[in-house]
């Protein structure tokens, strides 16, 4: 994979760059943007682009909804530099608009999910895209695991780099796949069955594997404790995970009854009219003396539902990480969202991940569709 500053600024004064980034960002009930941490962290790639006069032409998709418009984040992109949007994907508006720009000049196209071409990867519509400019940078590492058009198709046709970020995330998660020891991770989030084989690799991997959120619903259930209303997975751990040495769980959690009150209890002490809703206070110190001695610390998912204001215990782990000398890498899903929610500052919580799916992924193979496609 060829990074974008193994090309010199010559190269790239003047020539029109497809830049593919993930700017998937969630939006307030206004419909403005109401996390800027992807776009921050993407930023770089474009002012880089932009400060050596290329031409830089931005894509991605926003949502799932076919008819949403990118245009809230052509907004939000305004307290970085000066951005045009342009309504359209690869028909004349976007053709003659980019075929007119100046040099150091910055365009946002419309959300790639408008043309159902893009997840299709449908060979007119990448021909159309590629046909907008003469390099292609690919920075969207948080969608790198989508083999869509913009991402695997675009590349066939024009000379391809990664982007800063995108090198970036390969090389941080790359150390988070081959962690120096003592390691320590953390992995919450829910549906077990999708996350089994990434447990297995981890157990492998990490001295201690902590397991949190709506998983650790799953091993109390596996190990016959009572879990009331809590969220469980099709599939539950078995005994392979649950007896291995490196398996540490919860040792008591936050319930919420339903009138709405919550307690904390051990795992056995569990009823009927309970939602476990977040991990306990002596979870977070059965923790502690791992996340202060750790030399790497990998930490996906919030301990608890931060969403509905179970924040207290996802803070307090954040905190002690913060604290630790371990070289750090946090992301997947919510991670960052519910770190942005607890308020603890990050600048001592190492390298954070935009990627959700995309980063899992990564741990687990080493690769993407997206990265091949670089190759
Ligand atoms: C994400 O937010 O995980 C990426 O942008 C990918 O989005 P998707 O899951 O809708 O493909
Ligand atoms: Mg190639």
Same mark, same amino acid.
């Given at each position: 994979m060829k990074c974008l500053d193994e090309v010199s600024a010559c190269e790239l004064k003047g020539k029109r760059v497809l830049v593919r980034s993930d700017f998937n960002l969630p939006l307030d009930a206004k419909g403005e943007? =109401?996390?800027m941490f992807r776009l921050k962290q993407g930023w770089k790639t474009i002012q880089y682009l932009s400060e050596r006069g290329a031409r830089v032409i931005i894509v991605s998709h926003i949502g799932?909804?076919? !008819?949403?418009?990118i245009e809230p984040v052509a907004r939000a992109m305004k307290q970085f530099g000066s951005v045009v949007f342009i309504?359209?994907?690869?028909?004349a508006p976007a053709q003659n608009a980019t075929a007119v720009m100046r040099d150091g000049e910055i365009v946002l196209l419309e959300?790639?999910?408008?043309? =159902?071409?893009e997840t299709e990867n449908e060979e007119s519509f990448t021909k159309g895209l590629a046909s907008l400019a003469e390099l292609y940078v690919d920075d969207a590492f948080a969608a790198a695991h989508r083999a869509h058009a913009s991402i695997v198709g675009v590349p066939k046709f024009l000379p391809h780099y990664a982007g800063l970020l995108m090198r970036d995330e390969v090389r941080e998660i790359d150390v988070a796949r081959a962690p120096e020891s003592p390691s320590f991770a953390i992995l919450g989030g829910a549906k077990f069955e999708t996350k089994a084989p990434l447990i297995k690799l981890l157990l492998e991997k990490y001295d201690q594997l902590f397991i949190v959120g709506a998983l650790a619903d799953d091993v109390f259930k596996a190990r016959g404790f009572p879990v009331g209303r809590s969220l469980i997975s099709k599939e539950l751990p078995d005994a392979s995970i649950l007896e291995n040495p490196h398996f540490l769980a919860p040792i008591d959690v936050t319930v919420e009854s339903t009138d709405g009150q919550a307690r904390v209890k051990k795992? !056995?002490?569990?009823? =009927?009219d309970d939602k476990i809703v977040d991990i306990g206070p002596d979870s977070v110190a059965s923790v502690a003396s791992f996340i202060a001695e750790s030399k790497f610390i990998l930490w996906s998912g919030p301990t608890g539902m931060y969403e509905n204001g179970y924040i207290h215990y996802t803070q307090a782990i954040a905190e002690l990480i913060s604290k630790s000398p371990a070289k750090k890498v946090i992301g997947g899903g919510d991670t960052i969202a519910a770190i942005e929610e607890s308020g603890v500052?990050? !600048?001592?919580?190492?390298f954070l991940s935009t990627g959700g799916g995309a980063m899992l992924e990564y741990l687990l193979k080493g690769t993407l569709p997206g990265i091949e496609a670089l190759m």
């Open positions: 943007v =109401a996390d799932r909804d076919p !008819e949403e418009t309504p359209d994907l690869v028909g959300n790639l999910r408008r043309d =159902a071409r795992p !056995e002490e569990v009823v =009927a500052p990050q !600048e001592n919580l190492g």
